[in-house]
């Protein structure tokens, strides 16, 4: 089935420091691939996608990069803010008959000043 | 930027009793979706939506749950008796037509069932 698989936090940065957050994704066939962003107390914000294999989204300095060979859509962040800090939900997308979204675990990010 | 809104932003209600969650998609969207999010865990898809019915549900989504679109604006999501285990943020979102598969989530109404 098709399911995704991110990096267990809460992850710890210093600000100006270099983020990665790891996703893998297991699907038949080629799913669209999001990031969803939620800060504390508000929902989900979509915050970039891909929709095919080698596309790169990117916002808010924010890039990932769909890897079909590796099954894989990391996100990375060249230097975070304290205003940074959230969760960040990897997910996928596919036509089930109604494009269910299916989302990792949520990665908590916490960025020190 | 047009946005999916949804109310209550919070609800509390005793057992048993009936909820109904309401959302209001974006306009041109034709797929409706509700995910649940219970506290600290992962987003769950419960159903989706299109041309007037089910497309897709999730086995969360039993004979206590139920969705309908009533006119052309809303789409509510209904929990006739409530359990505890039924706290959790639930999240509306919308999809324009076919192929496109982004969707767009509302800010989620918390339930909490006491």
């Known amino acids: 089935g098709n399911s995704v698989t991110q990096m267990e936090g809460p992850v710890t940065l210093s600000e100006e420091a270099f983020l990665t957050i790891n996703c893998t994704y297991t699907?038949?066939?080629?799913?669209?691939l999001f990031w969803y962003v939620q800060y504390p107390g508000e929902g989900l914000q979509l915050l970039l996608k891909a929709t095919k294999a080698d596309d790169k989204g990117s916002n808010k300095g924010f890039e990932a990069t769909y890897r079909k060979e590796t099954t894989s859509f990391h996100l990375e962040k060249g230097s975070v803010q304290v205003s940074d800090s959230a969760v960040y939900f990897c997910a996928l997308a596919r036509n089930t008959g109604g494009f269910k979204t299916i989302f990792g675990a949520g990665t908590r990010l916490f960025v020190k000043a | 930027e047009p946005e999916v809104t949804q109310t209550p932003s919070h609800q509390v209600t005793q057992m048993g009793q009936e909820v109904i969650l309401r959302c209001v998609p974006i306009s041109n969207h034709l797929y409706f979706y509700w995910y649940r999010q219970i506290l600290g865990q992962k987003v769950e898809f419960l159903v989706s939506?299109?041309?007037?019915?089910?497309?897709?549900k999730s086995e969360i989504f039993d004979d206590q749950f139920s969705v309908e679109r009533p006119d052309g604006s809303n789409f509510t999501l209904k929990i006739r008796s409530t359990k505890l285990e039924d706290s959790a943020m639930y999240f509306c979102a919308s999809s324009e037509e076919q192929g496109q598969e982004t969707q767009y989530f509302g800010p989620g109404t918390r339930l909490l069932v006491l």
């Open positions: 699907a038949t066939g080629y799913p669209s």
């Open positions: 939506f299109y041309n007037n019915e089910i497309s897709e």
